[in-house]
């Protein structure tokens, strides 16, 4: 992993693009970028192990992360996908603990770590960045209650389908394609599901006539029958 020494943008004009910081002012901003660093990663390169020592905050900027729970046997299950925009980390800003999850690269990103205590400093100024921070966190914990609940008492093809629905764009139309922003094996992974589960369900699908799969590529053919599987 490389610090970045030279970039086209300052960190501060960077940070502005962030949903979680914008609306700061360019003080604002100019004194909590004077605590960021920033990485570009390479594919499949780690940021951090779980139980490293936390230094703060993650905002993507551009590229994906992976964050994971690594197991003995080899397995992982996946936590979340951040693309560029969103952030990792808000939780271990509060906490003096360790990181509770790896973090990965699934492409090369350029990802900015904003400490802590220039982070907290800017909270204790700031009760916009404060309220989008408890947001931020509200929003991921709503995210984990929905996969505990999707993991425990929905099955293989209700995970599949709801997954699909959740991807869906937002207008009605009945057939939608969904572009797969990471591999089959990362999804079924977030689904909570074996690899080769996931393929037989994408299977069961593609034989009813409600699916067509074309590498990444996802076509709904029925979204109304396709919901119908959700009961």
Known sequence: MS?????RHSIAEILSRQPLFRGLSEIELTQISAGCREF?????????HKGD??????VVVMGQMKLALPSSQGVEKIVHMCGPGT??????VFLDKPYPVSAQAMTESLVLLVTKRVLL????????????MLASLSLRLHELLGDMESCTLRTSMQ???CFFIQSAPAD?????????????QNIASQLNLAPET????LGHLTDKGLIQVKGRTITVLDRQQLHSFMA
């Open 3 to 7: 610090l970045i020494l030279e970039t």
């Open 172 to 184: 009605e139309t009945r057939a939608f394609e969904i572009e797969l922003q990471s591999s089959k």
């Open 87 to 92: 952030t990792f980390g808000e939780a271990v």
């Open 198 to 201: 996931f393929s037989r369900v």
């Open 53 to 58: 020592t936390s230094e703060g905050m993650h």
């Open 40 to 48: 570009r990663v390479k594919k499949n390169e780690v940021l951090f």
């Open 121 to 132: 400093d800017a909270m204790d100024v700031n009760a916009m960045l404060s309220r989008k």
């Open 159 to 161: 995970r599949v389908v």
